[in-house]
């Protein structure tokens, strides 16, 4: 068991998501009290200590945040879920109606961006490198940082952006694994190296961000350095054929968290694919916690 935790008193918006229940298994096995600090927003009724609303609706968001210190807004329309119906312009519409809410009820926000803001970026990329998207998903999340970050400037709400890397597990390495996956490889024998976080760590430093104060309007989060995906599952055990990397193909994107570690820290492990591996393996073991 780890040790308790301190937490400010938080809304999570989209606490039904993917980095939602890394947060769910995690915080309670470091002993986070749940049921005092931290309210989980869903769509449709669940046991425990759940509202249920639009996260869409700023009035909604409002009366949930009341008394809490922060809202973290984990909400969004991914590529999967567009392909399936949803409109991924409602990321604008989520990060602004958290913002409004915020502003209603006094509390800041944390908005989950992502990497894709930086498209075909290439080395190491620090926050104040010009997004340049690619692709919608990227485009709709760089509208929402430009927007939110604008209106919590006009209503007095601290507004931070979080551009997050690939989580371990809920990536399309470790988590979209399957037999028979092919992966690129370089002249140098080399797979992509990207940035990465294992749960277990994204979940110290979402806790960490969530107290701090005087927090940046964006911030990338990731472990230090860069992690080579053939390495990734290597580590995890998981069989892959390597292919010709394309022409177009990127080497290496690695975020700068040199902005992040002013408000938390991190150990050399946490940098280490067995380390994200173990933490990924560790969470499916933490099934039992979720209410």
Known sequence: MGRAMHFPRILVLGATG?????????????????????????????????????PRDPDAVARAARGC????????????????????????????????????????????????????????????????????????????????????????????????????????????????????RFADGRTPRRSYVGPATLARVLKDLAAASDLPPVLNVAAPGSVEMGALLDAAGLAWTPRPAPEDA?????????????FTSFAPRDSLPRTMVAEWRELACLETYIS
């Open 18 to 54: 993917r980095i939602g229940a890394i947060l769910r298994r995690l915080w309670l096995r470091s002993g986070a009290r749940t049921g005092d600090h931290v309210l989980w927003q869903a769509r449709a009724a669940r046991h425990g200590n759940w509202a249920v609303f639009d």
């Open 69 to 184: 210190d922060t809202i973290l807004c984990l909400a969004g329309v991914t590529p999967t879920r567009a392909a399936r119906g949803a409109a991924m312009a409602d990321n604008v519409r989520l990060g602004l109606a958290a913002v409004r809410g915020g502003a209603a009820a006094g509390a800041r926000v944390l908005l989950a961006s992502s990497a894709a803001v930086y498209g075909g970026g290439q080395g190491l990329l620090a926050e104040t490198v010009p997004p340049a998207p690619l692709s919608d998903y990227g485009r709709a999340k760089a509208e929402m940082e430009h927007r939110a970050i604008a209106l919590g400037a006009e209503l007095g709400v601290s507004v931070t952006c979080l551009r997050i890397g690939n989580v371990a597990g809920a990536d399309a390495i470790l988590g979209d694994w399957r037999p028979g996956f092919r992966l690129d």
């Open 250 to 262: 990127i080497a290496r994107v690695q975020l700068d968290v040199s902005a992040l570690e002013r």
